[in-house]
T-cell receptor
Framework: DTEVTQTPKHLVMGMTNKKSLKCEQH?????MYWYKQKAKKPPELMFV???????INESVPSRFSPECPNSSLLNLHLHALQPEDSALYLC???????????FGEGSRLTVL | DAKTTQPNSMESNEEEPVHLPCNHS???????IHWYRQLPSQGPEYVIH???SNVNNRMASLAIAEDRKSSTLILHRATLRDAAVYYC???????????????FGTGTSLTVIP
């Protein structure tokens, strides 16, 4: 199984809502990532988890709260988002010592 | 951030080779060079990666300059399915236990002409 599965594929939320994006992989990868991608721009790294611990936070606002409950799951909790947070959110995983990134298809978020 | 520079767009005729260039003058000795491509409405897909030597796989070849400040992704025979945005990325391992930093460049949008 070489898939990274992201749910939901589409999410529309208001600025006062609380929602979560979910990501799952069963490749035994111990590094997992969240990226944000705006239209016609490259993905921007948000967070890196290794061994279920947050190892890199690229100065992301606290309205984005990542969580890694176990080695297969990665969540991104969303609260009090702004319309400019509307984007494609991509989850990825990799082995810790290099190797390729495996991406999910992304969750397209619209904040109204 | 490890920076890469790529042309915004390129065109190729179908069934002809394509050479996609990337400059990474700030590369450090332990940075790996990765290439990914992204089709519309999909997540990026791994293409190839290397450290110092040229690399070949079923999808493409990667030619790395001797000083490692630039690289070229080679698609040997472009097909319509190769039309995508191609990203050149430097992958930096910060520590064995902290995962890797993959920073995307601006990417090259490849158009394949039938």
């Amino acid at each position: 199984d070489t898939e990274v599965t992201q749910t939901p594929k589409h999410l529309v939320m208001g600025m006062t809502n609380k929602k979560s994006l979910k990501c799952e992989q069963h490749m035994g990868h111990r590094a997992m990532y969240w990226y944000k991608q705006k239209a016609k721009k490259p993905p921007e790294l948000m967070f890196v988890y290794s061994y279920e611990k947050l190892s890199i936070n690229e100065s992301v606002p606290s309205r984005f709260s990542p969580e890694c409950p176990n080695s297969s799951l990665l969540n991104l909790h969303l609260h009090a988002l702004q319309p400019e947070d509307s984007a494609l959110y991509l989850c990825a995983s990799s082995q810790l010592m290099g190797g390729e990134l495996f991406f999910g298809e992304g969750s397209r978020l619209t904040v109204l | 951030d490890a920076k890469t520079t790529q042309p915004n767009s390129m065109e190729s005729n179908e069934e002809e080779p394509v050479h996609l260039p990337c400059n990474h003058s700030t590369i450090s000795g332990t940075d790996y060079i990765h290439w990914y491509r992204q089709l519309p409405s999909q997540g990026p897909e791994y293409v190839i990666h290397g450290l110092t030597s040229n690399v070949n796989n079923r999808m493409a070849s990667l030619a790395i300059a001797e000083d490692r400040k630039s690289s070229t992704l080679i698609l040997h025979r472009a097909t319509l399915r190769d039309a995508a945005v191609y990203y050149c990325i430097l992958m930096r391992m910060i520590h064995t236990n902290t995962g890797n930093q993959f920073y995307f460049g601006t990417g090259t949008s490849l158009t394949v002409i039938p």
